[in-house]
């Protein structure tokens, strides 16, 4: 049990509610730095929002609390997500090659076609003239655009088991969810016994063999030594291409099993993250249409005559990258994550934790902590300009985490946010519906109950790029 220095009470049943993010932010008045956090009586966490706070744990490699991470090993096994210690260092250095700019510049073109795809449905939908739920064809769009990147196919050359094996990852991210705000859904044993576990099962199962079959397929046509040239002078190489050819120093490749346990991590942690974040995004445009404005003016200057986009052009897109983060810190895509500490803590204020305490880092209460950020309910996207970003606590504003356990795919997303946004906003104007306004959900990413209603108008064939 925790000792008098750390007051405060919260219970995770309160957290689950809409409205317990905002909640937790007021805390921050009462409690600064953090405050207790139980699930139940005997699952205790510390909930931290202050960035010495932050910087005092996430700075270490401490490993992931089980009671919340275990939930994931069914589906994405132990992949850089879940694993720890030197089996989780040797993988980080095997994969991060997969996030060089020369492998993620070729990724631009495939976001791009799945954003078309999307944005030619919208414009149907947009002219009925009313406000739609953008969430789940973003989702569709970033889960197509993935399997591009991950397998070299997406929905256009999917086949049947395909088909299925897209279905079973949108079945398990939403199974899985509601698996962890469900105490009665905790313990294996009952939970597999249910109409819900049995489902899981059943999508785990069909995930797992087509991760299995796509391996075999590929390791096949690599034996082959024509096939092995064409895959080596291939255009773009997939995240599959770049774990099949990765060694250690020794020469050590990747087992089977951690192969399919890194390609399912990739597919949970890279579509349901970036469908948060782009939608949240296309929300803060609808609502500021000044900011809108001057980015849709940014990125029609950047492309000119031209109607592709390209990597380079990532790069020139200053504002809207600020308004992105600007929109990740209100909205951040992964509100929290914890951690279970493998040794004692000092925090700056001489408060400390022993070994195996649980901790949260609250980054939505971060974000939001008054004493970080003057004004934190303001949009305001030039806190991240240069002046502005000199001098800001590294612990500030951290929507990929940080420290050596940060996001592995933030450039990917970045990029992709980037695609997108720009995509979007070339071809409609986004306006919000005040009368179902998006109600913020914490289910592992950052969702909405009611989804996020917009309204779209076309801006004509002139400004489509
Ligand atoms: C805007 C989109 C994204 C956000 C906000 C985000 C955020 C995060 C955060 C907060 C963590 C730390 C998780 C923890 O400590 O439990 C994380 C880890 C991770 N993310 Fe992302 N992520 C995004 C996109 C992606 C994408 C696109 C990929 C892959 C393509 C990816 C792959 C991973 C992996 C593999 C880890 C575990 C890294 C490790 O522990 O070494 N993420 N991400």
Redesign the pocket.
Known sequence: CWGPEWPGLLLLFQIQQTGSLDKVVSWTHEFPYAHQLWVGQFLGFLNIYDPDYAKAVYSRGDP?APDF?DFFLQWIGK???VLQGPK?FQH?KLLTPGFHYDVLKPYVALFAESTRIMLDKWEKKAREQKSFDIYSDVGHMALDS?MKCTFGKGTSGLNDRDNNYYLSVEELTLLMQQRIYSFQYHNDFIYFLTPHGRRFLRACQVAHDHTDQVIRERKAALQDEKERERIQSKRHLDFLDILLGARDEEGIKLSDEDLRAEVD??MF??HD??TS?ISWVLYCMSLYPEHQRRCREEIQEILGDRDTLKWDDLAEMTYLTMCIKES?RLY???PQ??RQLSQPVNFVDGRSLPEGSLISLH?YALHRNSTVWPDPEVFNPLRFSPENVAGRHSFAFI???AGP??????Q??MA??KVVTALCLLRFEFAPDPSRLPIKMPQLVLRSKNGIHLHLKPLGPGSEK
Not at 405 to 410: K, L
């Open positions: 992931k991470y992949g850089l997500l989780w980080r993935l991590t990739f942690e890279g993250t970036t974040a990740f951040p895509p992964v994550v914890y980054i929507p990929f985490s356990r940060n996001c592995i795919g933030q990917f997303a992709e946010v």
